[in-house]
């Protein structure tokens, strides 16, 4: 069987969430249709997991290490689709990626995400995300980015990402504009659902680079400077206002 999918995750110093996002993927017998990309950014060397497949020797943050997938899966694979999970996603594995993969051929997604549930009691800010039990897949304007596939297009679209987001908010809103501009859809199943453990390398302290309140103010704040002092900033806006407030209607 042709490889024609590119599985690839981050690990920052939580190598048993790394390791056990892997042996999910590896319940499902569509693995054997998928290459595997695990890459330690910049760990210390006793929290490097164990399915490893790249190391970097610093830590560069969630979006630099997407830019390093994206140029490995643009620049040295044929791959059709690649899927950038969080480590920290919990979800059922068999038949998992054959259903998600189904889905994105039938609906002709280039962005696709499961639906999410948070594993706490504060769910996901953009309810675009949430699963409003469809039995379908909704096409949105807008996805979070705890589990997207993209298409091989959309990829060269956006590598690379914009160094003002190397922290790694914004992601997801500049795939997003870019997708809705190039009039490729942007799909949401309700027939498969992870729970994201959500920010665990925060909530546990395994970030060794800076401390959690310069994190999350950083990032947060170089999103919102970046997009809305960019040709982007009135989609910016109205996908913001867009996943806050959705609601979907049979």
Known sequence: MNKNILLATLNHNQPEL????????????????????????????????KTTTHILEKNVFFTGGFNVILDYFLNQTNHEYLAMFNNDIVF????????AFKEIKIHNI???????????????KWK????????????????????P????????????????????YGTDFYECILAN??????????????????N???????????SKEEYYNGAY?????????????????????YGDKYTYQY
């Open 181 to 198: 501009r190039l009039g490729y859809k942007i799909g949401v199943s309700d027939n498969i659902t992870v729970c994201h453990l959500e």
């Open 92 to 99: 059922h594995g068999y038949k998992f990626l054959e259903t």
């Open 200 to 210: 665990q390398t925060l909530k546990r302290d395994k970030l060794t680079t800076i």
């Open 149 to 168: 596939i993209l298409s091989r297009r959309l990829c060269e679209a956006i590598y690379p990402f914009p160094d003002e987001l190397i922290l790694g």
């Open 18 to 49: 790394t390791d056990n996002l892997i042996t999910q993927w590896n319940r499902d017998p569509y693995v054997n249709n998928c290459e595997i990309m695990v890459v330690d950014n910049g760990s210390e060397s006793q929290n490097i997991a």
């Open 221 to 241: 704040h170089n999103m919102v400077n970046y997009f809305t002092n960019s040709e982007y900033a009135s989609e910016y806006h109205d996908l913001f206002e």
């Open 110 to 124: 280039d962005l696709y995400t499961p639906s999410v549930i948070n594993g706490s009691e504060n769910q996901c």
């Open 128 to 147: 675009t995300v949430w699963n409003w039990g469809s039995k379908t897949v909704r096409e949105v304007k807008y996805i979070d980015d705890q589990s």
